[in-house]
């Protein structure tokens, strides 16, 4: 017997927008006009602003103001950076499906719509993310996000973000999982928010879902948080810092905060985590042959190759950047 339309049940669903904010009055209004203008209607938007001293507080609450009561938030950020804001975030945010939300992109108008009637489908925990349309500052297409070919999966997540936090939209059950996982996150100072979340969704079984369609437009400016990963020169420099050296230590605290919470890891991945683990504490093939048994991949051959390389040099050993390597 087929299943029903999803869209009836989807349109219904509402959706928890979380935005971390900091000094985006440049930007910011656009994204709130995009927000409006979704299709999907059933939404409500917390936004935590971390300081800001540039108008964002007074923007975002001119938007409130224009908005139904209580459909738009604004509460105050740790002041730790944009991670913690937004783990900061997901602790405060309700029961039901979340979608993080950055600043200064441009949302599409199906994009909610198309993320929730993705998610309608599955019965368990569901993480979607999807492509993107870089953009200028003007919002100048540029070019299309990388589309990943190779699997979605724990033994990716653990050395790779390749979900990316600006489309990721979690159902409740997978929502649920993150609030009870996110205090390690915190208190161990974890860098990147949403290839933690990948992390958590994939080592606990959740269903992976990556949009092949664009979902928003991605800003890239002189203060952006996170700059684009699709260009020669991009990847280059990502290879160029595992080999370095630069990221053994933040692959180390997310290994920490995955541990503390291993309970909720399927059993199979459990043991994958401590075969990471034993990598991160040798060098040399010892390293290698850990990492190798783990089946551990990047989602190309040269970068999973530096991987492997790194660990054999005894690089992963190493405190690691202030970015993600994507």
Same mark, same amino acid.
């Given at each position: 017997?087929?299943?029903?339309?999803?869209?009836?049940?989807?349109?219904?669903?509402?959706?928890?927008?979380? @935005?971390?904010?900091?000094?985006?009055?440049?930007?910011?209004?656009?994204?709130?006009?995009?927000?409006?203008?979704?299709? !999907?209607?059933?939404?409500?938007?917390?936004?935590?602003?971390?300081?800001?001293?540039?108008?964002?507080?007074?923007?975002?609450?001119?938007?409130?103001?224009?908005?139904?009561?209580?459909?738009?938030?604004?509460?105050?950020?740790?002041?730790?950076?944009?991670?913690?804001? =937004?783990?900061? #975030?997901?602790?405060?945010?309700?029961?039901?499906?979340?979608? =993080?939300?950055?600043?200064?992109?441009?949302?599409?108008?199906?994009?909610?719509?198309?993320?929730?009637?993705?998610?309608?489908?599955?019965?368990?925990?569901?993480?979607?993310?999807?492509?993107?349309?870089?953009?200028?500052?003007?919002?100048?297409?540029?070019?299309?996000?990388?589309? =990943?070919?190779?699997? @979605?999966? =724990?033994?990716?997540?653990?050395?790779?973000?390749?979900?990316?936090?600006?489309?990721?939209?979690?159902?409740?059950?997978?929502?649920?999982?993150?609030?009870?996982?996110?205090?390690?996150?915190?208190?161990?100072?974890?860098?990147?928010?949403?290839?933690?979340?990948?992390?958590?969704?994939?080592?606990?079984?959740?269903?992976?879902? !990556?949009?092949?369609?664009?979902?928003?437009?991605?800003?890239? !400016?002189?203060?952006?948080?996170?700059?684009?990963?699709?260009?020669?020169?991009?990847?280059?420099?990502?290879?160029?810092?595992? #080999?370095?050296?630069?990221?053994?230590?933040? @692959?180390?605290?997310? !290994?920490?905060?995955?541990?503390?919470?291993?309970?909720?890891?399927?059993?199979?991945?459990?043991?994958?985590?401590?075969?990471?683990?034993?990598?991160?504490?040798?060098?040399?093939?010892?390293?290698? #042959?850990?990492?190798?048994?783990?089946?551990?991949?990047?989602?190309?051959?040269?970068?999973?190759?530096?991987?492997?390389?790194?660990?054999?040099?005894?690089?992963?050993?190493?405190?690691?950047?202030?970015?993600?390597?994507?």
């Amino acid at each position: 017997m087929d299943r029903p339309d999803p869209l009836p049940q989807a349109s219904s669903m509402q959706v928890t927008i979380l @935005l971390a904010s900091y000094r985006g009055a440049a930007f910011i209004g656009a994204q709130l006009d995009s927000i409006a203008a979704q299709t !999907h209607r059933n939404w409500r938007l917390i936004v935590s602003d971390d300081g800001s001293d540039d108008g964002t507080r007074g923007i975002v609450s001119d938007f409130a103001a224009r908005r139904p009561a209580g459909q738009v938030e604004l509460i105050c950020g740790p002041r730790r950076g944009a991670t913690q804001n =937004f783990l900061h #975030l997901l602790s405060a945010a309700p029961e039901g499906i979340v979608a =993080f939300c950055d600043q200064d992109d441009v949302w599409f108008p199906d994009k909610l719509a198309r993320a929730v009637a993705a998610l309608s489908l599955q019965d368990g925990p569901a993480h979607y993310a999807a492509r993107t349309v870089i953009t200028d500052a003007s919002l100048t297409p540029v070019a299309q996000s990388r589309h =990943f070919r190779r699997p @979605l999966g =724990f033994r990716n997540a653990l050395v790779q973000a390749i979900m990316a936090g600006n489309t990721s939209v979690f159902n409740a059950e997978a929502a649920a999982i993150l609030r009870r996982c996110v205090g390690p996150a915190q208190v161990l100072g974890i860098e990147s928010h949403d290839w933690w979340a990948y992390q958590v969704t994939a080592g606990t079984g959740a269903v992976l879902i !990556h949009d092949a369609r664009p979902a928003l437009f991605y800003r890239q !400016h002189a203060r952006s948080e996170m700059g684009r990963n699709d260009t020669v020169r991009a990847m280059s420099q990502r290879i160029g810092l595992l #080999l370095a050296g630069d990221y053994g230590g933040w @692959l180390a605290v997310n !290994h920490a905060a995955l541990d503390a919470v291993r309970s909720e890891l399927l059993p199979g991945n459990r043991a994958i985590l401590d075969r990471f683990g034993a990598a991160l504490h040798r060098a040399g093939p010892a390293a290698a #042959l850990s990492m190798a048994r783990g089946r551990l991949y990047r989602q190309t051959r040269a970068g999973t190759a530096a991987l492997y390389a790194a660990a054999l040099l005894g690089r992963l050993r190493h405190r690691g950047p202030r970015r993600p390597i994507r």
